[in-house]
């Protein structure tokens, strides 16, 4: 056994209970998780700091002096604790709001203590809260270094596992592992870019004795932790691409080009030519493609996907597009049906709804081959659900779908379907390239002609008037408008109420029989939903009352107005999805955010750059800053986007660095057989045994 899979218990230290504690809240159950458990700041022990020096813009630094006296401040939930610390320069204040009587009875007056924390402003005067206290005679070897702080709660403090801790384990581990922390990366790769070894750089994580050094460390374990994971994505991308078999689609015969050439509505833009060049070059060889197809809303993605589906038809093989929600299903089924209504192709629809005798004869019939393209929302993933020859699979808007779903989609053939992913939004690239980094990139970078930017307003519900009286105008046009109520989960019976409410007075404002108002929402049975959208699609309705149902993909280009309720509590892409629901035709199109008077900080900074721009990269990109990779893509139960010492926020460059260097020792060597990369090789295995099923669509 590696001596990095010691059961932690083995430890100096840790006696069973803090094992217990150290695997249930930090699951830290080996020497080598613990070594993993990576500091997530560092107090520079170095300088001390005189009192008068203090300012608010310093980070954390280190006073010392002692406390003259203590002082109980405000009551009950704003009581504090103030001590004022001297030392020959001056007095400043250190601030506790919570284990007011534990720090009382711990902390001495009139003996010296290091201090260390971060001064701030409170209160018009400069004080330090919730410092860290030292004794001095504790101190004296850490001295003169930077000290790490790990990562820590109130509940891991309060049960004895305070960063201090930690650190202290730590530092009866690293001497036992010295010279076995084998190294991982190829000298070649070290010697080039310059990197300390493993060993080094997982002793200085830890105890840095200098800046210097600690940047090093930092720079090549960001360098390690992202190299592999790109290694694994690049190296399943060349296999499915070079050695996956996948169905031969190389003939492009009547049905493309019936209706490529008979029936399209318009002429496809330049970057829908140029990715459908890039599928038809893909599905041709005998290979599996895997490509994902990033555009923003309203970029023409469906049709795309139409095209890549006849490949498949024109080659006497089976396709199928799954969406997110049955509406959009729905939506799909009923435009494709349209634009194929000329030719002898079978198309049909299965979703959570479908009566279980059609069902039936459903799956039957695709069995057998007689379904040329079947559309539906994730029953497709059914265990019972089996193609005749799937070639061509498409899953539209797929940050809905969960990794694992992905997965499922192709063990239900005997050959992998040619896959083609789409995004309902473009996703920043650091993203693209970690959580489909093994998929061939297509992108559309443009709107078809003749789209006018749609004119965002943020208004507060004391504008209702005004807005009734705009919405009035846009309905004697004859534009047709969308209300957008929040649908969230925890609080589902109250944003129920809501929207009834909304829908009540909408109904109230705009009565029978001048208007018409329909309403959609997930409590309604799918064939009163298709009733209600089918009016709205066909014009009769003039406003659609709806929950996020309709967020995805529906397409109406003659509604023009899209006023969101509530607007405050939707996510940006939320909100840029909702907003791509109109701007579809020729007409001047209005997105009006609703929100409460008093909103969020994160909730304005979303507002506002809704109103401020159109591109959703740029939207995509301050979603990831305001709330982090795993919740963006919904993925943070997968641990697909938790890092140890990487951050996608921050590290894109060394991110794309990594990529590159993977990306060329592949070109040379790609099993990894040479010699000179035997320590590659070694880590690997074991990487990429952990990650199998992970990335894969397949
Ligand atoms: P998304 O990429 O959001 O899925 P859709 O495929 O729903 O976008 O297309 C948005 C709208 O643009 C649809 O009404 C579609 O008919 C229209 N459209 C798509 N391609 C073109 C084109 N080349 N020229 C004009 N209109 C187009
Ligand atoms: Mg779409």
């Given at each position: 056994?590696?001596?990095?899979?010691?059961?932690?218990?083995?430890?100096?230290?840790?006696?069973?209970?803090?094992?217990?504690?150290?695997?249930?809240?930090?699951?830290?159950?080996?020497?080598?998780?613990?070594?993993?458990?990576?500091?997530?700041?560092?107090?520079?022990?170095?300088?001390?700091?005189?009192?008068?020096?203090?300012?608010?813009?310093?980070?954390?630094?280190?006073?010392?002096?002692?406390?003259?006296?203590?002082?109980?401040?405000?009551?009950?939930?704003?009581?504090?604790?103030?001590?004022?610390?001297?030392?020959?320069?001056?007095?400043?204040?250190?601030?506790?709001?919570?284990?007011?009587?534990?720090?009382?009875?711990?902390?001495?007056?009139?003996?010296?203590?290091?201090?260390?924390?971060?001064?701030?402003?409170?209160?018009?005067?400069?004080?330090?809260?919730?410092?860290?206290?030292?004794?001095?005679?504790?101190?004296?070897?850490?001295?003169?270094?930077?000290?790490?702080?790990?990562?820590?709660?109130?509940?891991?403090?309060?049960?004895?596992?305070?960063?201090?801790?930690?650190?202290?384990?730590?530092?009866?581990?690293?001497?036992?592992?010295?010279?076995?922390?084998?190294?991982?990366?190829?000298?070649?790769?070290?010697?080039?870019?310059?990197?300390?070894?493993?060993?080094?750089?997982?002793?200085?994580?830890?105890?840095?004795?200098?800046?210097?050094?600690?940047?090093?460390?930092?720079?090549?374990?960001?360098?390690?932790?992202f190299?592999?994971?790109q290694?694994?994505?690049?190296?399943?991308?060349?296999?499915?691409?070079?050695?996956?078999?996948?169905?031969?689609?190389?003939?492009?015969?009547?049905?493309?080009?019936?209706?490529?050439?008979?029936?399209?509505?318009?002429?496809?833009?330049?970057?829908?030519?140029?990715?459908?060049?890039?599928?038809?070059?893909?599905?041709?060889?005998?290979?599996?493609?895997?490509?994902l197809?990033q555009?923003?809303?309203?970029?023409?993605?469906?049709?795309?996907?139409?095209?890549?589906?006849?490949?498949?038809?024109?080659?006497?093989?089976?396709?199928?597009?799954?969406?997110?929600?049955?509406?959009?299903?729905?939506?799909?089924?009923?435009?494709?049906?349209?634009?194929?209504?000329?030719?002898?192709?079978?198309?049909?629809?299965?979703?959570?709804?479908?009566?279980?005798?059609?069902?039936?004869?459903?799956?039957?019939?695709?069995?057998?081959?007689?379904?040329?393209?079947?559309?539906?929302?994730?029953?497709?993933?059914?265990?019972?659900?089996?193609?005749?020859?799937?070639?061509?699979?498409?899953?539209?808007?797929?940050?809905?779908?969960?990794?694992?779903?992905?997965?499922?989609?192709?063990?239900?053939?005997?050959?992998?379907?040619?896959?083609?992913?789409?995004t309902?939004?473009p996703i920043p690239r650091t993203l693209s390239m970690t959580l489909y980094g093994?998929l061939?990139v297509?992108i559309?970078d443009?709107?078809?002609?003749?789209?006018?930017?749609?004119?965002?307003?943020?208004?507060?519900?004391?504008?209702?008037?005004?807005?009734?009286?705009?919405?009035?105008?846009?309905?004697?046009?004859?534009?047709?408008?969308?209300?957008?109520?929040?649908?969230?989960?925890?609080?589902?019976?109250?944003?129920?109420?809501?929207?009834?409410?909304?829908?009540?007075?909408?109904?109230?404002?705009?009565?029978?029989?001048?208007?018409?108002?329909?309403?959609?929402?997930?409590?309604?049975?799918?064939?009163?939903?298709?009733?209600?959208?089918?009016?709205?699609?066909?014009?009769?309705?003039?406003?659609?009352?709806?929950?996020?149902?309709?967020?995805?993909?529906?397409?109406?280009?003659?509604?023009?107005?899209?006023?969101?309720?509530?607007?405050?509590?939707?996510?940006?892409?939320?909100?840029?999805?909702?907003?791509?629901?109109?701007?579809?035709?020729?007409?001047?199109?209005?997105?009006?955010?609703?929100?409460?008077?008093?909103?969020?900080?994160?909730?304005?900074?979303?507002?506002?750059?809704?109103?401020?721009?159109?591109?959703g990269f740029r939207?995509s990109e301050?979603?990831l800053?305001?709330?982090?990779p795993?919740?963006m893509m919904?993925?943070?139960?997968?641990?697909?986007?938790?890092?140890?010492?990487?951050?996608l926020l921050?590290d894109n460059k060394i991110l794309e660095f990594a990529r590159e260097?993977?990306?060329?020792?592949?070109?040379?060597?790609?099993?990894?057989?040479?010699?000179?990369?035997?320590?590659?090789?070694?880590?690997?295995?074991?990487?990429?045994?952990?990650?199998?099923?992970?990335?894969?669509?397949?």
């Open positions: 056994m590696h001596i990095l899979s010691t059961p932690i218990e083995y430890l100096k230290g840790v006696g069973p209970s803090r094992a217990d504690l150290l695997k249930k809240e930090l699951k830290i159950f080996t020497y080598g998780d613990l070594l993993s458990h990576y500091p997530f700041r560092y107090i520079d022990k170095s300088k001390i700091y005189n009192i008068s020096e203090l300012t608010k813009d310093l980070p954390y630094i280190q006073v010392k002096g002692f406390i003259v006296r203590f002082e109980e401040k405000g009551l009950k939930r704003k009581k504090r604790l103030i001590a004022y610390l001297k030392d020959d320069t001056g007095m400043t204040e250190l601030v506790w709001f919570k284990g007011i009587r534990w720090i009382k009875s711990a902390i001495k007056l009139n003996t010296e203590y290091l201090v260390f924390g971060k001064p701030s402003f409170y209160n018009g005067k400069l004080n330090i809260a919730h410092p860290e206290m030292d004794l001095i005679e504790d101190n004296h070897e850490d001295i003169n270094k930077l000290q790490a702080v790990y990562p820590s709660t109130e509940k891991l403090n309060s049960k004895g596992l305070s960063s201090r801790v930690i650190s202290k384990l730590i530092h009866c581990l690293l001497p036992l592992l010295k010279h076995h922390l084998e190294e991982t990366l190829s000298l070649e790769i070290i010697k080039r870019l310059n990197l300390p070894s493993r060993e080094e750089s997982l002793f200085d994580i830890h105890c840095p004795s200098s800046a210097r050094r600690l940047v090093r460390a930092q720079k090549r374990l960001k360098f390690e932790e190299f592999f994971l290694l694994h994505l690049l190296k399943t991308q060349l296999t499915r691409n070079s050695r996956n078999k996948g169905y031969t689609l190389d003939k492009i015969g009547d049905c493309f080009n019936n209706f490529y050439h008979k029936h399209l509505p318009f002429t496809l833009t330049n970057s829908q030519k140029k990715v459908l060049k890039e599928i038809r070059n893909d599905v041709k060889k005998r290979f599996q493609m895997n490509r197809l555009g923003d809303v309203g970029s023409g993605k469906t049709l795309v996907a139409l095209l890549t589906m006849l490949m498949a038809i024109d080659n006497k093989y089976q396709a199928c597009l799954m969406a997110p929600t049955e509406i959009l299903a729905q939506q799909h089924f009923v435009t494709i049906s349209g634009y194929l209504k000329n030719q002898e192709i079978n198309i049909r629809i299965l979703t959570g709804s479908t009566k279980t005798k059609d069902r039936k004869v459903l799956l039957k019939d695709l069995e057998q081959g007689k379904i040329d393209i079947l559309i539906g929302t994730h029953a497709l993933l059914e265990k019972q659900v089996l193609f005749k020859n799937l070639a061509v699979a498409i899953i539209d808007e797929q940050h809905r779908f969960g990794v694992a779903q992905r997965a499922r989609l192709w063990k239900k053939n005997k050959y992998p379907p040619h896959v083609l992913v789409m309902a939004t093994d061939d297509s559309i443009e709107l078809p002609p003749g789209r006018k930017p749609v004119k965002t307003m943020w208004k507060s519900n004391s504008s209702r008037l005004s807005i009734i009286d705009f919405m009035k105008k846009q309905i004697k046009l004859e534009r047709q408008i969308y209300i957008v109520f929040p649908l969230i989960e925890e609080s589902e019976k109250l944003d129920y109420k809501n929207l009834i409410e909304g829908y009540n007075s909408i109904v109230r404002e705009f009565p029978l029989p001048d208007f018409q108002v329909s309403v959609v929402h997930g409590r309604m049975k799918a064939e009163d939903k298709e009733y209600e959208m089918e009016r709205f699609l066909s014009g009769i309705t003039n406003i659609m009352v709806a929950t996020t149902v309709i967020e995805v993909g529906v397409d109406v280009p003659n509604a023009s107005v899209m006023i969101i309720e509530s607007a405050e509590r939707f996510g940006l892409s939320q909100l840029h999805q909702l907003r791509g629901r109109v701007g579809r035709g020729a007409e001047q199109s209005y997105c009006i955010l609703v929100s409460g008077d008093k909103v969020s900080n994160d909730a304005r900074i979303r507002l506002k750059t809704m109103v401020e721009t159109n591109d939207i301050q979603d800053k305001l709330r982090g795993g919740d919904g993925t943070k139960q997968s641990g697909i986007l938790n890092f140890k010492i990487a951050n921050v260097q993977a990306r060329v020792l592949l070109e040379k060597d790609p099993d990894l057989e040479h010699t000179d990369n035997i320590n590659i090789i070694r880590a690997y295995r074991p990487y990429a045994r952990e990650r199998i099923g992970w990335s894969r669509i397949s």
